[in-house]
């Protein structure tokens, strides 16, 4: 989908630009929830919807298992996962990366600024790494 095209969905949605990198990398922000698009040229490569996070009143463990039985029911190749903590003065973050065919699931716990944040995010693509 070309970016103007997703810009102007994701703004008849109701959702607002918050952020947009360098590296192609928008974040939009509704209500309640966070969402991060990457466009390589003019089109988008990378999406993820989040499932479960704690600034709402969804039950974590229960949105957890709701969105892996999900994806398992739409992949016939093992699911493999990967440990990928990431640390510095001011973050803690662990972050479990559940890998069943085409639509992996991220599941975040971490720390920022003396605040605490959890989520469960369906991703779709593949994110660039940050330069």
């Known amino acids: 989908?070309?970016?103007?095209?997703?810009?102007?969905?994701?703004?008849?949605a109701g959702f607002?630009?918050?952020?947009?990198?360098?590296?192609?990398?928008?974040?939009?922000i509704s209500t309640k929830?966070?969402?991060t698009t990457q466009f390589r040229g003019d089109h988008l490569s990378y999406a993820d919807v989040e499932w479960y996070s704690s600034e709402t009143d969804l039950d974590a463990f229960q949105t957890a298992m709701s969105?892996?039985?999900?994806l398992a029911?739409?992949?016939s190749s093992p699911c493999t996962m990967s440990n990928q903590p990431l640390s510095s003065p001011?973050?803690?973050?662990?972050r479990?990366?559940?890998?069943?065919?085409e639509r992996p699931l991220l599941l975040v716990d971490m720390k920022m600024e003396s605040k605490h944040y959890y989520s469960v995010?369906?991703?779709i693509g593949e994110m660039l790494p940050n330069k």
């Open 1 to 12: 989908m070309p970016r103007q095209e997703l810009l102007s969905k994701c703004a008849v």
């Open 16 to 28: 607002k630009v918050s952020d947009v990198k360098p590296d192609g990398t928008t974040v939009f």
């Open 33 to 35: 929830h966070v969402y």
């Open 67 to 70: 969105a892996m039985s999900a």
């Open 73 to 75: 029911g739409k992949t």
């Open 90 to 94: 001011s973050l803690q973050s662990a």
């Open 96 to 101: 479990i990366f559940l890998s069943c065919g």
């Open 121 to 123: 995010l369906e991703r």
